[in-house]
């Protein structure tokens, strides 16, 4: 890794090797930047915070090897990113206003992606996932993922039924307690599809209507008009001796007609002359016949209005428009139908209902027998990594309840309470020495015990869901002596089938490392690129001599060192 402007690191680079690496330095030298970075690049929060003071933004740039064909390799070539010589290549970018850029195998993806390529990459652990470990509900998912295919394929199949209860659970609630509210809304549908019915509307008679009031209350101005445009195209037989257009243009006509031989241009205009009398020929019949046809009817008017009334008490009621009114119509007898459906539907709903709590009773059952039968060998194989981290007479158990309910699922013959991962209370006991009583190992545990026994769950999963790469961010905290030695002597073989890196304090854990990392500050407070070194013979017997006595230079912290180094590499 590359790291540029986060925290106290102003440029270093962090080169982790297979096996085990271990981080030391002074307190606020910079180590947990380390484990920050690494959870950048897995998708971690970003904070504006992180950014090094004075500058712009901060870096994290990452080169992780993977094999062709693993799941992180697919996804990310299904993303776009390409692979550069087996590894992939990440980068994170955060500015000193908060916003994060991520880039993949040189393509922008969005952080989300980095987070679904850690499940498959790394597992991160510290202080906050010890606390996470307390919680049940962290544990029963510990568990879940230990039991494998065993509980995950009933898991997956009583989710998706659990889903479908809730929904049919939630449409049945609404069909019942609103079952007032639904049928007044059927009697108003009722009420105004009667109401449409009864005056029977066509589509855009309203319009046709108005444009008929309209011409029947001016018929009279209507008729003289047309008429005496009649008579001025057609001529008036009352007073011939007015001259008609007709008559004109058919004057004209002739007078041209007598000389267009004579010249091109005016035969066109002649010709011009015809085709305007056949049109105002056309014209005056036209007037003659709408005058002839124009209804003068009062009564005609009266029932016009009269249905005019009639659409416009629907208009005001149910649309804008007679064509809005038909909508709505529609959409009315269609929503009518679906209440009045309503009582088949619940009846259809409670079938389905009860069936699905018979399907969960079932598969509730199914989880709690897996689980219990997972947890037993769990909490043996936890039992057995913690003899070899100096809690040889400590167990771990598993205690799987459920909680009675009167509205839940039969499970074991007992209706108890279910939820969203079936109906089992997960919890894990310690008991930390024989004859103490099993407790949870939030109240039965120390600090210490706490973190072994998260690095013997870590362990456990290592067998049985492994991922490439495990970061421990002080884990052995509380810890010292003889169970600091066991912490490092299991990080060890751990590191044999998966590459550890360990931030820590201790000596005892540091001198099982294949590789010890320095972090170290300048005199102006920064980590630089020589900030971060690997250290190799007599550097690393300073280190473990300061780590142990806070003196590099003592001689029995050096002589303690050298044999920690010594009895480390004689249990290799």
Do not use: C
């Not at 994290?60 to 010589?85: C, M, T």
């Not at 049945?172 to 509307?201: K, N, W």
């Amino acid at each position: 890794m590359r790291i540029r402007s986060l925290g106290v690191i102003d440029d270093a680079v962090v080169e982790l090797s297979p096996g085990f690496t271990a981080v030391t330095g002074e307190t606020g030298a910079g180590k947990t930047m380390v484990v920050t970075s690494l959870g950048l690049l897995l998708g971690g929060r970003a904070d504006a915070a992180l950014v090094r003071i004075g500058s712009p933004s901060a870096v994290v740039e990452g080169r992780i090897s993977v094999a062709p064909g693993d799941a992180a390799a697919k996804r990310a070539e299904e993303a776009g990113a390409e692979l550069d010589d087996g590894a992939l290549i990440i980068s994170r970018t955060i500015s000193a206003e908060g916003r994060s850029r991520a880039h993949l195998g040189g393509r922008s993806v969005p952080v989300g992606m980095l987070a679904e390529l850690a499940d498959d990459l790394v597992a991160v652990h510290g202080q906050t996932d010890q606390q996470g470990l307390l919680k049940p509900a962290r544990q029963r998912g510990a568990l879940d993922r230990y039991a494998g295919g065993a509980v995950a394929g009933p898991l997956a199949e009583y989710s998706q039924a659990y889903r479908r209860l809730r929904a049919v659970s939630a449409e049945l609630e609404e069909l019942t307690t609103r079952a007032r509210e639904r049928a007044q809304e059927a009697d108003l549908l009722r009420f105004g599809l009667a109401e449409i019915e009864a005056v029977a509307p066509r589509a855009g008679e309203d319009a046709e209507l108005a444009a008929e009031a309209e011409r029947l209350g001016h018929a009279e101005a209507l008729a003289s008009a047309a008429a005496l445009a009649h008579g001025a195209l057609a001529g008036n037989p009352e007073d011939p001796e007015i001259l008609d257009a007709t008559t004109l243009v058919a004057g004209a006509g002739r007078t041209l007609e007598a000389v267009r031989s004579h010249d091109p241009a005016l035969a066109a205009l002649a010709d011009r002359i015809g085709e305007i009398s056949i049109l105002l020929a056309d014209v005056a019949g036209e007037l003659a016949g709408y005058a002839d046809n124009l209804d003068a009817d009062p009564r005609r008017l009266a029932a016009v209005e009269e249905r005019r009334a009639a659409l416009t008490s629907l208009t005001r009621k149910y649309g804008e428009d007679i064509d809005a009114v038909l909508a709505w119509a529609e959409e009315g007898a269609s929503r009518l139908t679906e209440l009045d459906g309503d009582d088949d539907r619940i009846g259809e709903l409670t079938a389905e209902r009860d069936a699905l709590r018979a399907e969960l009773s079932v598969l509730a059952q199914t989880l709690t027998d897996a689980r219990t039968e997972a947890a037993a060998r769990f909490a043996d194989a936890v039992t057995a990594e913690l003899a070899s981290l100096a809690m040889p007479h400590a167990r771990v158990s598993f205690a799987i309840r459920q909680t009675e309910d009167p509205e839940g699922v039969e499970v074991g013959g007992r209706t108890v309470a279910y939820g969203p991962h079936g109906a089992d209370e997960v919890e894990l006991l310690l008991a930390p020495h024989p004859g103490a009583p099993p407790r949870p190992i939030a109240k039965g545990a120390s600090g210490g015990e706490l973190s072994r026994v998260m690095l013997a769950v870590e362990v456990v999963f290592a067998g049985t869901d492994p991922v490439p790469t495990y970061l421990f961010d002080e884990v052995d905290a509380g810890v010292g002596g003889k169970a600091a030695v066991e912490i490092g002597r299991r990080l060890a073989r751990l590191a044999k089938s998966a590459q550890v890196v360990v931030v820590t304090h201790l000596p005892q854990v540091a001198a099982f490392a294949d590789r010890q990392l320095l972090v170290e500050k300048t005199n102006d407070g920064s980590v630089t690129r020589s900030g971060v070194t690997v250290l190799e013979g007599e550097d690393r017997v300073r280190e473990l001599s300061r780590m142990l006595a806070g003196q590099e230079d003592s001689q029995t912290a050096r002589a303690h060192a050298e044999e920690l180094l010594a009895a480390a590499r004689a249990d290799a």
